[in-house]
């Protein structure tokens, strides 16, 4: 089987939300898995010089208005949060914590997240939310809720941040296949012709 | 008829340059004419606060990439020029002088100078190069080089770069659809959707 695509993401990215309801469909059609890596922008922000796009004069208007479009175009649900952006950090612990027993559930947990502040608007910077979302999912909230702050949790994060940013990755959703660097769900026609014709 | 597209375009864009070849036979399609508008990327990289891609820690590498990937994918010839970012003014007003003759013999100067940058790397930016591809082109390019320095054109295009900005352009390509807005040519999917089926 070929190799899994590496899917980096920030729970706090619109494009990484939409990006994600559509990836692993689009890997299982060619007969591939899908790594989700959670990563932290703020971190990338500070390297690339960027701010958010939403803070951005001029940008920022048009980014909300095109994260509504895109959802459109792609048919998924989403609300723009009253608070944007979120830290994502206690979200993405739990979900490596999730990851390293069930990486199906893990997955499951992500989209879930997702949904939680992009369709329902709740605030999953907060740890308490960010376990109960566990809860709702059928896992252990009070384990997640500890993962959060688990010294060995937080550094697997850190570590794998930094891996990140060292393999180049500066946004998110950000994707490898076979090593190619793909930056955002625009990129998906390009990710789909490589992925059924090969390199081109 | 359906409204003119709007096509606002930095002759030093490489993408704009891949749309540039793309977008007359897309909006013909769907029976609509295209407006090329000329802009200059650095006054709205002021405003935004932006720098070029290619001068940004880690996306400097990766746009690199996919320029020369997208063009690839587009099948669209592609060469990255050796001098890049460079200024534009002068291919920009010749334009806009010869827009005013000829609509028509104006986008096919505007081919032909981005062709000369972006496939034979010529260097567009001396304002005798771009007047010699007036020429190239069948165009008067003594009158064309006049036009450079012509306080009227200036002032025309000066005030088109001000207004393209208080319309909230601020990237290359940028398409307007009905006054809908649409950065970038990976927003070619979603341009095409609202001509084949209307807003949405």
Known sequence: MAAPIDFYFDFSSPYGYLAGELIDDLAARYGREVRWRPILLGITFKLTGNAPLTQQP???EYSI???QRSARYYKV????PKQFPISSVAASRMFLWLQEQDP?????????????YFVDGRD???AETAAAIAGE???DSAAALAANSDPRIKDLFKTAVEA????????SPFIFVDDEPFWGVDRFPQIEAWLSRGPF
């Open 58 to 60: 001029l940008k920022g």
């Open 77 to 80: 649900p989403f609300q723009y």
């Open 65 to 67: 208005r095109d994260f």
């Open 104 to 116: 199906a559930a893990a997955k499951r947990y992500a989209r879930a997240v997702y949904k939680a």
């Open 124 to 126: 999953i910077s907060m």
């Open 137 to 139: 999912c059928g896992l």
């Open 164 to 171: 990140a940013t060292a393999r180049g990755v500066f946004g």
